[in-house]
């Protein structure tokens, strides 16, 4: 048995995303499911999103402004319990130790038992979108302030253990979730994103057409790899 039906209630999730919308497109039907499950679910956004705004010309302020307005939007649809903006320009993530501190800092505050991330193995470089810069980094980004907040010596505060990651955009899924119940909750967050789409049929057909293709067993699912964290010679933090 995989995929949410391991996840008994009331877990701690703490999702990563690169940009306001990321997370609705990749996990948002899953991360419905987990919180009517009685998971608390929370979410770092990395960047403002400010270069991927399709109507209208706007200056900077205004686009972040109204990024951030979609994002809570959305974040109150999912249920999500607290947003956490780290504020970086749209296209200019870095892995540094600054980002690998804050998230690791929140990783400590927050103490997630499953983290959702971009997958920082899917290296295929097929989509322009997907593996979009900021994608990239903040996959690796996630993975290593895990790392670092478990580890005793790198950041202040007690140490914290995450026990999965569920990798989304990933090229190698380990499991498809069912969301077919969830589908037009999912078409509801991404529609929060007002900014994102011209036109909100086309973007509901691409949507749908998306999911439907991963799996034949469901009509609409999300794909993940889901890894399970294991710390060898060490006693696991219960
Ligand atoms: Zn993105």
Redesign the pocket.
Known sequence: MTGTKTIVKNKVILAI???P??IE?AAGGTLFNLNQMGCQIYLIVATN?EN?FKIDHKPRSYRIKTRHKEQLKAAEILGIKKVFFLNYRDCSLKNDDILRKKIGLLIKKIKPEIIFAFDPSNRTFESV?LL?R??RVIAEASFDAVFAARNRYLLPGEPHSVKQFWFFGCDRPNHYENITKYINKKIDLIKAHRSQFNEHESMEKWVKEHLSSYTNRYKYSEKFRIVNITQPFVKEIN
């Open positions: 995303s690169a940009h919308d990321d497109f999103g991927g979108n979009h900021d994608h």
